[in-house]
C-alpha cells in the first residue's frame, strides 16, 4: 500500500447499505466524497451521519455496497491491509473519546506508541507539537476531566491528526460549544487543511455557520438517501425546496395538521390544573 502522504484519497460509496441489525438508517447511497477537500455532512439529527462515519473508519460492516478509499474496498481487503488502511484515517469522536486514565500528552501519543517503534523523545516532541496546533501545549499532563468540553474536542483532534492521516474525520466539532470557541475550531480545521493540502476531511455537523465557514463540498442526508452531494456554491443557489427549508431554519415551523398522539383530555387539563393550584396554596 502506498504512502498516501502526497496525494488525494476520494472516498466513494457505491450502492451502499448501512444500518443495525433490524433498521437500515442508509439505503443504496452512491456518492463521491472528493479528496483533498473539506466536505461537510450535514443531516437531520438520526438521519446517519455518525452511522456513516463509523462505517467510513471500518468500525461497522455495511449491509451491502462498497466503501472506495482511494482504490481500495475498504471491506475486501485481506486482515492485514484493512488495518494498515484504517491507520490512515484519524476520526475525532463526537465527545473526544479520550481515555480518563491517561493525561493528555499520553493519549495523544498512543497511536504512535502503538504503531510505531519511535523513541520516546521524538514521540514527546511530536506531541508537544500536536498539542501547539490545537493550542493546547499548557495542558499536556492535564487529564480529561479536568478538561472543557471544548478543550477535549482540540485534544481529541490533536489525536486524530498525530500521526498525520490522509483521511480525517470529525463527528460534530463544534456541537455544544459556544460561537467564539466554535468559530476557533473552524478555524483551527481550516488551518490544518491549509498545512496539509493533500488531506481528504470529513466534517459531520448540524453547524450551517461551520458550513459556509469551513466547506468546499457537501452531503445532505434525508429519509436514507442523499439529498445532495456538490460543491458549498452549489448548495447555497439550489432550489430544491427541502433543501432551501434545510438551509434557512427560518422557514421551519411546526406543522399544525398534525394532531399530537397523547393529547390531553379537556377534564384531565382541568383536574390537573386544579391539583397544582391546589398545591401552590399549600403553605
Ligand atoms: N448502535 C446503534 N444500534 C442501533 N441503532 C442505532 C445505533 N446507533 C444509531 N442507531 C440508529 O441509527 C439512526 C441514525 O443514527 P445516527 O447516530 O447515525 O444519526 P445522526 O445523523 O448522527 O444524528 P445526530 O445528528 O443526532 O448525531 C437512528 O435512528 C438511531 O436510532
Ligand atoms: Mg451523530
Not at 386544579?274 to 398545591?279: G, I, K, P, S
Request: proline share 5%; with cysteine; charged share 25%.
Amino acid at each position: 500500500m502506498e504512502t498516501g502522504q502526497t496525494k488525494h484519497w476520494d472516498i466513494r460509496l457505491v450502492d451502499l447499505t448501512l444500518g443495525y441489525e433490524q433498521k437500515i438508517v442508509l439505503n443504496k447511497i452512491n456518492a463521491t466524497i472528493p479528496g483533498g477537500k473539506i466536505s461537510v455532512i450535514l443531516g437531520g439529527s438520526g438521519g446517519g451521519k455518525s452511522t456513516l462515519l463509523r462505517h467510513l473508519v471500518g468500525l461497522r460492516r455495511p449491509i451491502s455496497g462498497k466503501i472506495l478509499l482511494d482504490k481500495y474496498d475498504l471491506f475486501a481487503l485481506p486482515d492485514k491491509d484493512f488495518k494498515a488502511l484504517r491507520r490512515r484515517m484519524g476520526m475525532l469522536f463526537q465527545d473526544g473519546a479520550l481515555l480518563g486514565s491517561m493525561n493528555l500528552a499520553d493519549n495523544i501519543a498512543l497511536p504512535l506508541k502503538e504503531h510505531t517503534n519511535l523513541p520516546d523523545k521524538i514521540i514527546r516532541e511530536v506531541v508537544l507539537h500536536t498539542l501547539e496546533l490545537v493550542n493546547m501545549a499548557d495542558f499536556a499532563e492535564y487529564y480529561p476531566n479536568e478538561l472543557s468540553g471544548g478543550m477535549r474536542k482540540r485534544a481529541g483532534l490533536a489525536r486524530a491528526m498525530v500521526t498525520s492521516p490522509p483521511i480525517l474525520l470529525c463527528d460534530e466539532p463544534t456541537s455544544g460549544l459556544d460561537p467564539i470557541t466554535a468559530a476557533q475550531m473552524d478555524a483551527l480545521l481550516k488551518t490544518l487543511k491549509k498545512q496539509n493540502p493533500q488531506m481528504t476531511i470529513v466534517v459531520v455537523s448540524h453547524d450551517l455557520e461551520s458550513l459556509y465557514a469551513i466547506a468546499d463540498h457537501a452531503m445532505v442526508l434525508n429519509q436514507g438517501g442523499i439529498a445532495f452531494n456538490g460543491s458549498k456554491e452549489e448548495l447555497q443557489q439550489t432550489e430544491d425546496p427541502f433543501l432551501k427549508r434545510f438551509l434557512d431554519r427560518t422557514n421551519i415551523h411546526a406543522d399544525d395538521s398534525k394532531l399530537p398522539r397523547f393529547a390531553l383530555k379537556p377534564e384531565t387539563g382541568e383536574q390537573i390544573k386544579n391539583a397544582l393550584d391546589e398545591w401552590l396554596r399549600q403553605s
